[in-house]
């Protein structure tokens, strides 16, 4: 009777411990079920802002679609504006530069409904112009005095932002002092899940 005891005792034992030692064990290939991630869409508001002093002067939205959580790398891209000629001072000597707003968006979607966005702007804008000296032998036709032509100035800016979002919210992600002219540039970005 003892050696019963004892045998059950044993046998008792090994199972109490050998519980978390087979709850440890990592499922066969098969049997792993992997969590469900679900697309979302969403929609991505831009607004490039312009002050002067208290003055808002200009206010330019932008938007875009693009869906975050295939697993995948999503992105959207903007672009807009003009090929603004400039004179090279050589022969036929004309070259066409892009001004314009350059917008990359990426998004992926993380935990609790919060999303990581990022955002690559570009802006680009003709300041005003400058009136070129030219030798009396290149043959220019241009609306400023003799001997001179207007060039283009442009004025440029680029930032790049990683922000973590929610569904409804705004952030002001960037302001800047435009150098040449004193004016402010303020950025939004609008992040709405598409229901």
Do not use: C
């Not at 049997?31 to 003055?55: M, N, Q, W, Y």
């Not at 939205?61 to 400039?86: H, Q």
């Not at 973590?164 to 150098?179: I, K, R, Y």
């Amino acid at each position: 009777m003892k050696k019963t005891a004892t045998v059950l005792t044993l046998l008792a034992a090994v199972f109490i411990f050998s519980q978390p030692l087979l709850a440890q064990e990592k499922p066969k290939a098969e049997e792993t079920v992997k969590a469900e991630v679900h697309p979302v869409s969403l929609k991505i508001r831009v607004v490039f802002t312009e002050f002067d002093g208290d003055k808002k002067v200009k206010s330019m939205p932008y938007s875009t679609l693009l869906t975050a959580g295939t697993g995948g790398v999503e992105f959207a891209k903007i672009r807009i504006g003009s090929r603004v000629p400039l004179y090279t001072g050589k022969e036929n000597g004309l070259q066409y530069i892009d001004v314009g707003t350059n917008l990359d968006f990426r998004a992926d979607r993380l935990a609790a409904e919060k999303f990581e966005v990022k955002v690559s702007l570009e802006r680009s804008w003709v300041n005003g112009d400058v009136m070129i000296p030219v030798e009396k032998s290149v043959d220019v036709q241009s609306a400023g005095t003799p001997g001179q032509f207007k060039e283009p100035v442009i004025g440029q800016y680029k930032t790049d932002v990683n922000l973590l979002m929610h569904d409804g919210q705004t952030v002001e992600s960037t302001v800047a002092t435009d150098p040449l002219t004193g004016r402010l540039l303020k950025i939004e970005l609008t992040l709405n899940v598409i229901k």
